[in-house]
T-cell receptor
Framework: AAGVIQSPRHLIKEKRETATLKCYPI?????VYWYQQGPGQDPQFLIS???????DKGSIPDRFSAQQFSDYHSELNMSSLELGDSALYFC?????????????FGEGSWLTVV | AQKVTQAQTEISVVEKEDVTLDCVYE???????LFWYKQPPSGELVFLIR??????QNEISGRYSWNFQKSTSSFNFTITASQVVDSAVYFC?????????????FGKGTKLTVNP
């Protein structure tokens, strides 16, 4: 079965650079989530989109922005990168914006800021 | 506010032992959902189970079983006859039905090491 696809899987950026992560949800899923997992930490919710509109916002820095496109894929843009942004970034998707729907995660994008 | 506590930071067992991972949650909602995810060393988060607050039936899936007890706000996960491939970090997570947010709140995770 098709899963959530994230790209790139790994990227290395320097401080103050910009990075963009892409996410392709499971087909027919209309809700996309972004989570950030620091080393040895639990995943933290950043932001979510339902039907191309932002539906919820968590602890996302102002330097980060995201959007969901007409084909339901999503991009997370991160600017002025800091060392502390080094983390595993997950995209996840679900069918419908209903609490309790199973949220399926991608394999994650490893971002290293040097 | 919702909160998930996984008191066991790390557990180490020998293959074929049974192991139980504890999860205690806090929520003010009467309707909520509990999840378990597995994160192997490769990093991906693998969905294991979803349970709503109105369904207290225990569930068994192969060597995995889950014990949901609302009276103690616990949703514990047991692996029977553990195998080396079970080595991973296991996260318990909570989603509340009210408040318009469908986000997951995770516990800190329990790192399980199964030794041969």
């Amino acid at each position: 079965a098709a899963g959530v696809i994230q790209s790139p899987r790994h990227l290395i950026k320097e401080k103050r650079e910009t990075a963009t992560l892409k996410c392709y949800p499971i087909p027919r899923h209309d809700t996309v989530y972004w989570y950030q997992q620091g080393p040895g930490q639990d995943p933290q919710f950043l932001i979510s989109f339902y039907e191309k509109m932002q539906s919820d916002k968590g602890s996302i820095p102002d330097r980060f922005s995201a959007q969901q496109f007409s084909d339901y894929h999503s991009e997370l843009n991160m600017s002025s990168l800091e060392l502390g942004d080094s983390a595993l970034y997950f995209c996840a998707s679900s069918l419908g914006r209903v609490s309790g729907n199973t949220i399926y995660f991608g394999e994650g994008s490893w971002l290293t800021v040097v | 506010a919702q909160k998930v506590t996984q008191a066991q930071t790390e557990i180490s067992v020998v293959e074929k032992e049974d192991v139980t991972l504890d999860c205690v949650y806090e929520t003010r909602d009467t309707t909520y959902y509990l999840f378990w995810y597995k994160q192997p060393p490769s990093g991906e988060l693998v969905f294991l189970i979803r349970r709503n607050s109105f369904d207290e039936q225990n569930e068994i899936s192969g060597r995995y079983s889950w014990n949901f007890q609302k009276s103690t706000s616990s949703f514990n996960f047991t692996i029977t006859a553990s195998q080396v491939v079970d080595s991973a970090v296991y996260f318990c997570a909570l989603s509340e039905a009210q408040g318009g947010s469908e986000k997951l709140v995770f516990g800190k995770g329990t790192k399980l090491t199964v030794n041969p």
